[in-house]
């Protein structure tokens, strides 16, 4: 038998097993992606910050506790995520926040924001009291 009947017999085999291992990993990633949305949802706390700055940058180069650091997967620590420096009460830390979220942000100003640790779960208002902004519609 040639060995190119072979190659594709054995192709259509291997693009399956792949499909169904992406398939599950996928449903188990998106079960922790569930859970975790449950437990920002249930620890978040409404708060006004200031932000001074927003970047985008490792977490092992932002101004992280310790802790922090030491608990990050290590794939993260070198990844760039979404980080907003901000006024919180009399204390300047660095936040993490998603990339919607990120867009959204202003800074410069006030902005009273959902924080589950140091996660900016949702914006609630910015500047003072005029909430998202939203584009206008001219007639």
Known sequence: MNIWYIFWIALPVVIIIISVVIYFIRKRLAARVKEQKAM????????????IEKKHAKMSDANMPKQVLEQMPKLLKFKKMPLVTAKVGPQVVTLVCDEDVFKKIPERKNVNVDLAGIFI?????????HGPQKKKKRK
Do not use: L, P, W
């Open 40 to 51: 920002i949802n249930q620890h978040k706390m409404n708060a006004n910050i200031f932000v």
């Open 121 to 129: 779960a949702e914006i609630k208002q910015t500047g003072h009291g």
